[in-house]
């Protein structure tokens, strides 16, 4: 006989670990309550255990998207980084005394179009 899964305490431990991903408490929002319902729907669970593991999984998949949006937070927090430090290089590029940053500059456009398929925004305005 399997021992019974105890759905409040592995909830428990994803609400933790959900505390510990950095980023997560920049993103916004979500409306978990439809979704998950939506998921326990989906599974139309008959009995007790099959609620837990329902509510586990519902969980699970909330976790899941939560730190898919950290990361998509970070990931655009780095590039905004990113492009303020190639904005630096090309503006002091223009300077003679500056040239050996050249190369650099012209690596980072193009790591740039062949990560996103465009070229670098302009720098905005001040």
Not at 17 to 38: A, C, F, H, K, W
Not at 100 to 120: D, F, S
Request: aromatic share 6%; no cysteine; net charge negative.
């Amino acid at each position: 006989m399997k021992p019974k899964v105890n759905a409040e305490a592995v909830l428990k431990k994803l609400a933790e670990l959900r505390n510990s991903v950095p980023y997560i408490d920049q993103i916004p929002p979500r409306r978990t309550s439809d979704e998950g319902r939506m998921m326990l729907d989906d599974l139309q669970p008959q009995t007790e255990e099959e609620f837990e593991y329902a509510a586990i999984a519902a969980g699970l998949e909330s976790m899941a998207n939560d730190v898919a949006a950290a990361i998509e937070h970070a990931r655009a927090q780095a590039t905004e980084q990113a492009l303020q430090v190639y904005y630096a290089a090309e503006e002091l590029a223009r300077d003679p005394a500056h040239a050996e940053l050249i190369p650099h500059v012209e690596a980072m456009r193009q790591a740039y179009e062949r990560t996103y398929g465009k070229p670098i925004p302009p720098k905005p305005k001040e």
